[in-house]
């Protein structure tokens, strides 16, 4: 079973460090995740082909402590966990008792978890700019400085200082859909829930850091 496209697309290649220039009215992007420590939230997902076409449709929790902490725990259509202690990122598919784990440096450059949960300031790797969109949130697309990542292009819908949803588009065109509910900002959370111990009798694949 394939993990979801959200974060199996991942570049391997370092990120660029050099600063872009803001948009008008990109200051408040800016300012959500440079006071961003910690975000707890229900998300439902959808991937889409570049026709638009409907390839997957997902539900779960996410747990997020910057930097470099996450968890996104997949609970329909199958139960899936993604889990990065800061050094390893972790990939638990319970339907094929497989395990996957590779270091964190290597997954986490211009990809939506590191937008999430990177230390970096969101302009180091990312050009934003204000655009037009559906609904009656506010939109901003960002792109990443280092063109042949895996990201195309990333938009962030905003209901007033709120992050509500992400739309990633990739290098073939795929889209990822992401809505996100119940969402807490800034609240304490268990840091047992980013440490990951592969289940006693699920194949491993990799070596942890």
Partial sequence: MQLSR????????PVSLALAAASPGTERVERYFADLRTLEAEFRQQVQDPQRGLLQEA?????IVRPGRFRWNYSEPYEQELVSDGR?????DQDLEQVTVKPAAEVLTDTPAMLLSGGEPITAVFSIEAVAGEGQMDWYRLRPLVEDGSVEEIHL???????RAMQVTDQFGNRTLLQFE???RNADIDPARFRFI?????????TPQ
Avoid: H, M
Wanted: proline share 5%; charged share 15%; glycine share 10%.
């Fill in 6 to 13: 959200l974060f199996s697309l991942v570049a391997l290649l």
């Fill in 59 to 63: 539900s779960g929790q996410v747990w």
């Fill in 88 to 92: 390893n990122v972790w990939t638990y």
């Fill in 157 to 163: 819908g905003f209901d007033e200082d709120d992050l």
């Fill in 182 to 184: 119940q969402v807490r």
């Fill in 198 to 206: 592969p289940p006693a009798g699920a194949d491993l694949i990799g």
